[in-house]
């Protein structure tokens, strides 16, 4: 069974980091391409970034310069470095396998974070 | 960037009814479109993809038709668990863009 599995949530001031790790199991990791999707509250989905399973890495213009995306395949690990905060990053993100003209198959539950001071 | 626009921002259906939603892209995306459902306080779904094939384990009440820029999600017969959220997404282009989504609710 393919599961995805976020972690690294929380409160942070603004102008803060964080780094957000999605643990995938149930298939062979290192094959597929991985994405982060965000959705703050009562809004609807932000696709922010993708990285193939050759290293290839796409950044949404709103998060380019501050987010890193990554990945350990030995670790069937996808992470998403985020600095300079905002209030409006505020959201739950999301990791989701797919992406490079494939859809989106499976989806983590998903990790809250809150820019606030 | 491609918009994806979709229409009604919501929709009021009685139980056994059909739905339609619409979602239109603002240049073509040939069939590289898919249909997510997404429930409150739970993650996306994938339902339809290439436009008009259902994912794995999706009832046949779900139907996706559409090519290039119009396309469409129907629900047959509304059952009480199809009360959501549903966002369209193209990955023809990046950024693969979602719609605003459409929320069916109980009429």
């Known amino acids: 069974e393919v599961q995805l599995v976020e972690s690294g949530g929380g409160l942070v001031q603004p102008g803060g980091s964080l780094r957000l790790s999605c643990a995938a199991s149930?298939?062979?990791?290192?094959?597929?391409?991985m994405n982060w999707v965000r959705q703050a509250p009562g809004k609807g989905l932000e696709w922010l970034s993708y990285?193939?399973?050759?290293?290839?890495?796409y950044y949404a213009d709103s998060v380019k310069g501050r987010f890193t995306i990554s990945r350990d395949d030995a670790k069937n690990s996808l992470y998403l470095q985020m600095n300079s905060l905002r209030a409006e990053d505020t959201a739950v993100y999301y990791c989701?396998?797919?992406?490079?003209?494939?859809?989106?198959?499976?989806w983590g539950q998903g990790t809250l974070v809150t820019v606030s001071s | 960037e491609i918009l994806m626009t979709q229409s009604p921002a919501t929709l009021s259906v009685s139980p056994g009814e059909r739905a339609t939603l619409s979602c239109r892209a603002s240049q073509s995306v040939s069939s590289n479109l898919a249909w997510y459902q997404q429930k409150p306080g739970q993650a996306p779904r994938l339902l339809i993809y290439?436009?008009?094939t259902r994912a794995t384990g999706i009832p046949a009440r779900f139907s996706g038709s559409g090519s290039g820029t119009e396309f469409s999600l129907t629900i047959s017969s509304l059952q009480s668990e199809d009360f959501a959220v549903y966002y369209c997404q193209q990955y023809n282009n990046w950024p693969p863009i979602f719609g605003g989504g459409t929320k069916v609710e109980i009429k």
């Open positions: 149930g298939f062979t990791f290192s094959s597929y391409g």
């Open positions: 990285i193939s399973s050759r290293g290839t890495i």
């Open positions: 290439g436009a008009s």
């Open positions: 989701g396998r797919g992406g490079q003209w494939l859809p989106f198959d499976y």
